[in-house]
Structure formats: C-alpha cells, structure tokens
C-alpha cells in the first residue's frame, strides 16, 4: 500500500489504499487490522485510518469484533456470485450496444487485443493473458458508448479483479476465454447484437462456474 500524501484528501487516499489492498487480495481475508499498525505502515495518523476503517466496515469489506480490532472480510463468494450475475446481464448489454455503436478506432482497439491474446496463448504466457482479458473487456465497454454502463461495469471489475485472475488457473479455462473473445468480436463486427449479448452473457457464466471451483474450500 502505497499513499501519495500530494493528492486528495489524506482520508480519501487512506481509504482507497486498504479498499484497493483488499479487493486485490494484498489484505486476505480473515487478516486483522489496527488502526496503530496500518498508521504505521501509510505514514498517516491514526484519525484519517479510523475514518476510513468506519467507511470500509459500513460497506461490509471488514468487520469490527470485539477486543479484535476490525479483520478483512472482503468479497464473499456470495457476493462474487451476485456480482457475476449482474454482470451477466451488463456485460451482455454492453455488447449488444457495441455492435451497433462500435466506430473503427475502437474495432481496432478490440482486434488488436484477441490478437495478442492468441499470440500470448502460443507462447503459453498466462500473465499477459490476464492482463489482455481484463483490456478485452474494457474495450467493449468503452465502445458500448455508455458512460454510465462503462462506469458501472469498470467498478464491478476492479471489485472482483484478485477473483478473475483465479478463475483463468482452471486448467483449459485460458484457451477457452480466448475462443470466446473471438466469438463475441466476430458478432460485434458484424452487428449482430443478439449474438453478442448471448455470447458475452455466455462467457461470463462460464468466468463464474470456473471460478467457483477454483475458490479454496473453507
């Protein structure tokens, strides 16, 4: 966790530090927090860390117990779950959007990412695979021409990116991501918007069901 004490306010910046840390998987879940030892670690007083430790237990990301101080709860499964689900339906109307909106900077834009992908998956590099998945993504969104279903559909990603990387470690589950962007691309360039909603909401049923059974059993 890293603050930039130039920027914002110092309560803002301290809340964003611990929300990003724990949404990334830095801070796992179960992990205790004090108000002393997370201070110490940003460089800040312990006011702003208590305004923001109250802002994170309100949105339900950790949990204050007695004589335990707060401890990480971040995303559970059920909301991973819901998230998924909504996305489902986002995801799938964002497509249907950019098969009507879509200008050719940004078919540029998408083609160039399945391209790479497929380059990256001879060269069987997970990491730029993830990273091109998650860019994958964030094209169709931009194209839709929503900023409102952009905005939305950007944060429910930042919300569950350490969940997403988890579920392109089943094994085949990278290959296939892959074909699928193809697919949903192919019905984007031909402006087959119900195919591009079937397929997108297709494709993120399946992120879900491979990442249910990647998460470690409690």
Known sequence: ??????????????YAALEDAILSGELKKGEALTELSISEKLGVSRTPVRSALHRLAEEGLIEALPNRGAVVVGVTTDDL??????????????AAMAAVKITPEEK???SESVELSEFYLQKQDPEHLKELDTTFHAEIYRACGSRILCRILS???????AYRKL??????????????????????????????????SAHVEHALKNLLSALPKD
């Open 81 to 94: 779950v819901d998230i998924y689900r909504i996305r489902m339906r986002l995801e799938g109307l964002a």
């Open 155 to 161: 944060e429910l990603h930042r919300n569950i990116k």
């Open 167 to 200: 579920s392109l470690t089943v094994p085949g589950r990278l290959e296939k991501s892959v074909e699928e962007h193809r697919e949903i691309m192919d019905a984007i360039f031909r402006a087959d918007a119900d195919a591009a909603e079937r397929l997108t």
């Open 108 to 110: 540029k834009a998408l």
């Open 1 to 14: 966790m890293i603050i930039d004490k130039d920027t914002a306010s110092l309560e803002a910046r301290v």
